[in-house]
């Protein structure tokens, strides 16, 4: 995106009373967010009534909501983050059909956030030995299965951090989402995870550096880790405990919801107990039977098909699938970076698969597994 678009797309999204809605009519209706700023009067339904909402378009307000973002333009420059409007490709598409999703997210570390299968885990601050273990048991056996799996939580004390670590132990990519801006880490404790999870994964947050940290932001930020995935699993839970609040909102967003079941006597697990009991949570006790349930194994067994239809597959061209498995559709530049082959010996290989027809070839030379 031209970068004086971003400037008043930064500026939009300040405004507190336009949500993601709103903002996505404006730049239907009016062709951008710079075309918004420039209009002399709006008319849009959504703001029949608000006149304090139409009184933030007066000159005035344009003028400090413009100088805002250009602190903020200033701001990401320095530090290396990248934001991401709603309207970008590389905005996570998952949450595109979330109508309360944010109008832009300010992102650190790997900007792909649409290829791989995505779980969010979340749980209990006072995680116990139970549920740690069984969170990293859990994340090792989907990232034995499923090498393109990406973790999502929310850098909280407990089973977040846990399953952030756990992701980064198996070698899989795993997504922070802060309930404050870039410019900090909350917990400060999780400064060294968070360094971390940028070698192979990525920070984000929807609230600029100039926006405030209030308490209510960590349970907004709640919708980005339901949002953003596929499926999301409830490890430990209190009765009233705020990963509740994450299970509910996944399922509002149609999204599968799984909780590991505890004893019944213990205040850890009531939460998940109960979900499961009122069916809006599906009981798991391994990644096999979300696998199973998502239909995920399913794809297990189609690797292996393909295994034995293409037993003459050679050890360069096993790689190229292995990579082209993990990194989705991509280009012979990467493929050549990842894999240590040669672009030379790279198309031969490609051209191999390509004829066998387990890949297919794109403009700009890109290649995707297509079985």
Same mark, same amino acid.
């Given at each position: 995106m031209i970068l004086?678009?971003? @400037?008043? +797309?930064?500026? #939009?999204?300040a405004i507190k009373g336009i949500n993601f809605e709103t903002a996505k009519a404006l730049i239907e209706k009016y062709g951008s967010a710079e075309a918004v700023f420039s209009s002399?009067? #709006?008319?849009? &339904?959504?703001f029949e009534g608000n006149e304090q909402l139409i009184e933030l378009f007066t000159k005035s307000s344009k003028e400090s909501l413009l100088d805002y973002a250009d602190r903020e333009i200033e701001?990401? =420059? @320095? *530090? *290396?983050? /990248? &934001?991401? =409007? +709603?309207?970008?490709?590389?905005? &996570?598409?998952?949450? %595109?059909? !979330? *109508?309360?999703? &944010?109008?832009?997210?300010? /992102?650190l570390g790997d900007t792909d956030f649409n290829s791989g299968k995505y779980v969010s885990i979340v749980? /209990? @601050?006072?995680?116990? /030995?139970?549920? @740690? =273990?069984? !969170?990293?048991?859990?994340?090792?056996?989907?990232?034995?299965?499923?090498p393109d799996v990406v973790i999502v939580s929310g850098l909280a004390y407990g089973i977040d951090i846990c399953a952030h670590r756990a992701a980064m132990e198996s070698g899989v990519k795993t997504i922070a989402v802060l309930g404050n801006s870039l410019d900090s880490i909350y917990p400060a404790t999780h400064r060294d995870s968070a360094k971390r999870i940028l070698n192979n994964g990525a920070l984000i947050s929807e609230y600029s550096s100039q926006a405030p940290t209030l308490k209510v932001n960590f349970v907004a930020r709640n919708r980005i880790v339901a949002g953003m995935s596929d499926a999301t699993v409830i490890v430990e839970s209190k009765e009233k405990g705020?990963?509740?609040i994450t299970a509910a909102l996944a399922a509002g967003y149609y999204r599968d919801v799984f909780a590991l079941p505890?004893?019944?006597?213990?205040?850890?697990?009531k939460g998940c107990n109960n979900l499961i009991r009122d069916n809006k949570a599906q009981l798991i006790t391994s990644a096999k039977d979300m696998a199973d349930i998502m239909g995920w194994e399913f794809l297990m067994r189609s690797k292996r098909v393909q295994e034995t239809l293409f037993p003459d597959i050679d050890d360069t061209e096993q790689k190229i699938?292995?990579?082209?498995?993990? %990194?989705g559709e991509t280009d012979i530049n990467t493929l050549s970076l990842q894999s240590g082959i040669a672009t030379s010996s790279l198309l031969s290989s490609l051209m191999g698969l390509e004829f066998k027809g387990i890949i297919k070839s794109y403009p700009? *030379?890109?290649?995707?597994?297509?079985?």
């Open positions: 004086s678009e971003r @400037r008043y +797309f930064i500026a #939009l999204s002399d009067s #709006l008319s849009l &339904p959504d701001f990401i =420059e @320095r *530090n *290396n983050i /990248t &934001p991401i =409007e +709603f309207c970008s490709p590389q905005y &996570p598409q998952r949450l %595109l059909g !979330c *109508n309360d999703a &944010p109008i832009l997210l300010y /992102t749980g /209990t @601050r006072h995680a116990t /030995t139970y549920g @740690r =273990e069984w !969170c990293e048991k859990f994340v090792g056996e989907l990232a034995e299965m499923f705020g990963s509740l505890g004893d019944v006597n213990k205040e850890s697990s699938l292995d990579i082209l498995e993990i %990194l700009g *030379n890109r290649y995707k597994k297509f079985i």
